[in-house]
């Protein structure tokens, strides 16, 4: 499963890469974890607001942060 970050790296965009691995390493994902921080890149997914989270190349959420809970509820 491929899990990528989409942000420039501010606070927000650190805090879903971690949760984002943490609910991956507790529901035991055989993942990779990639940030895309070009803009380009991230404008080629259609995101307009960041942070967001791909899955496999898919955009599963846009402009927010969401607990462990519910982020394993999206990956599972």
């Known amino acids: ?14 805090q879903l890469s971690e949760r984002a691995e943490s609910a991956a390493r507790e529901l035991g994902l ?5 940030k895309v921080t070009d803009i380009n890149q991230i404008l080629a997914f259609g995101v307009m607001m960041t942070p967001a989270l791909v899955v496999d190349g898919q955009v599963r959420l846009v402009g927010k942060v969401p607990d462990v809970a519910d982020l394993k509820a999206l990956l599972g």
Do not use: N, S, V
């Open 1 to 14: 499963m491929l899990l990528q970050i989409l942000g420039t790296g501010c606070p927000k965009c650190k």
């Open 30 to 34: 055989d993942y990779q974890l990639e």
